[in-house]
T-cell receptor, first 112, second 113 residues
Framework: QQQVKQSPQSLIVQKGGISIINCAYE??????FPWYQQFPGKGPALLIA?????SEKKEGRFTISFNKSAKQFSLHIMDSQPGDSATYFC???????????FGAGTRLFVKA | DVKVTQSSRYLVKRTGEKVFLECVQD?????MFWYRQDPGLGLRLIYF???????EKGDIPEGYSVSREKKERFSLILESASTNQTSMYLC????????????FGSGTRLTVV
């Protein structure tokens, strides 16, 4: 089965610090790479996404960096806040959106 | 506010019972999905549907079936519940071609005893 490998499994960051979560994929047919944020008791919510024709996308404090040749992408959360404490999932999808493969998730805890 | 609504937040069922999980979306999305979420395994696709009465198997369809009689409603059926089906079940929907841009429900935590 095609995989998306996500690391680390858990992450503790000081308030104001940078949180970095990494993902690697295998299938070069994937052309859409979203990140989801999930709070306890809630379903995942789309946070930010990127297509492989760009190397970086920034939305507020959240940035995706994409390395097509290495088949890797990462989420950077700048100025991390306690309210960012959640589980983050990376994913890789084909254009039709039918085959989205999710990473195993990273539980982020931001210390106040 | 657009929504994907799952009928139950928590369910406890006995081994061998037939279990129905219901999902309704109000966004007129063509695509609907059922995932299960287990610690350390992420989200795994059980079934998806791209139109009324259409269904396709995902990565882990064994022991499950689905029904989509109306566009807005997608049901997951556990034919004979087993303890290894204890999990969090997430329903999602999307427009076709909106790759990966899913709207998820809040999930149903099912415990099979």
């Amino acid at each position: 089965q095609q995989q998306v490998k996500q690391s680390p499994q858990s992450l503790i960051v000081q308030k104001g610090g940078i949180s970095i979560i990494n993902c690697a994929y295998e299938n070069t047919a994937f052309d859409y790479f979203p990140w989801y944020q999930q709070f306890p008791g809630k379903g995942p919510a789309l946070l930010i996404a990127i297509r492989p024709d760009v190397s970086e996308k920034k939305e507020g404090r959240f940035t995706i960096s994409f390395n097509k040749s290495a088949k890797q992408f990462s989420l950077h959360i700048m100025d991390s806040q306690p309210g960012d404490s959640a589980t983050y999932f990376c994913a890789a999808s084909d254009t039709g959106g039918f085959k989205t493969i999710f990473g195993a998730g990273t539980r982020l805890f931001v210390k106040a | 506010d657009v929504k994907v609504t799952q009928s139950s937040r928590y369910l406890v069922k006995r081994t061998g019972e037939k279990v129905f999980l219901e999902c309704v979306q109000d966004m007129d999305h063509e695509n609907m999905f059922w995932y299960r979420q287990d610690p350390g395994l992420g989200l795994r696709l059980i079934y998806f549907s791209y139109d009324v009465k259409m269904k396709e198997k995902g990565d882990i369809p064994e022991g499950y079936s689905v029904s989509r009689e109306k566009k807005e409603r997608f049901s997951l059926i556990l034919e004979s519940a087993s303890t290894n089906q204890t999990s969090m079940y997430l329903c999602a929907s999307s427009f076709p071609g909106r790759a990966g841009g899913y709207t998820f429900g809040s999930g149903t935590r099912l415990t099979v005893v």
